[in-house]
C-alpha cells in the first residue's frame, strides 16, 4: 500500500471545495493501493512526511507567497526530511482572489530544494469553482494517486 498525504491550508468554503474535489480524485474507487492522508498544513509532521510516498500540496495565495500556514509547515519538516524524500511525486494547487503566481512560485523553490517530482500540471484557481475547475482539482487527486499506484 502506497501513501499519499495531502498537505493544505483551507481557510474558506472555496477551499474547502478545493480540498474535497482534490480528495475526491485521490481517492477514487478505481484507484487501487494508495491510502490518502489529508493534514492541515499546521498539523502535519515529519513523520508524517517521511511516511509518505507521494504528496498533494494545497494552499491560498497570501500577498503573494504561499499562506503562512503552508510555510509553517515546510520550516518545520524541510532539513529533518532533505534527502529522505528526494524523487518522491508531488502535485499542487493554490486559490487566490486574482494573483497566485508568487504562491506557486514560492512552493516550487521549497519543492525544488527537497527535490521531489512534480507529476502534474499545477492547478491555479481564483475565485469561485465552477464545474470545470472542480473536475481540474479532481483530476489533480487522480493523477497523483495514480502516479503512484503504478509505482507499485
Ligand atoms: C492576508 C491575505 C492575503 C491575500 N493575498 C492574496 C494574493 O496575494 N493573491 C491572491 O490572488 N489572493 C490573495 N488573497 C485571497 C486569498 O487567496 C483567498 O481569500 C483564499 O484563496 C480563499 O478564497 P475565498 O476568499 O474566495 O474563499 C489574500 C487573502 C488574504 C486574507
Not at 86 to 103: F, I, K, M, S
Not at 120 to 145: F, K, N, P
Amino acid at each position: 500500500m502506497k501513501s499519499l498525504l495531502v498537505v493544505h491550508h483551507t481557510p474558506s468554503p472555496v477551499t474547502r471545495e478545493c480540498l474535497e474535489a482534490v480528495l475526491k480524485g485521490a481517492r477514487d474507487p478505481d484507484i487501487d493501493g494508495v491510502e490518502v492522508k489529508s493534514i492541515p498544513a499546521l498539523g502535519a509532521t515529519v513523520p508524517d512526511v517521511l511516511a509518505a510516498d507521494g504528496f498533494l500540496f494545497g494552499t491560498s495565495a497570501n500577498f503573494g507567497y504561499m499562506s503562512g500556514a503552508l510555510k509553517h509547515f515546510f520550516d518545520t519538516v524541510y532539513y529533518p526530511c532533505l534527502d529522505a524524500v528526494a524523487g518522491r511525486p508531488y502535485g499542487l494547487w493554490v486559490h487566490g482572489n486574482n494573483d497566485t503566481a508568487g504562491a506557486v512560485k514560492s512552493v516550487q523553490k521549497i519543492v525544488t530544494g527537497l527535490a521531489l517530482t512534480q507529476v502534474a500540471e499545477i492547478l491555479e484557481l481564483t475565485g469561485s469553482l465552477d464545474a470545470s475547475a472542480r473536475e481540474r482539482c479532481y483530476e489533480l487527486g487522480a493523477t497523483v494517486a495514480v502516479t503512484l499506484a503504478e509505482d507499485a
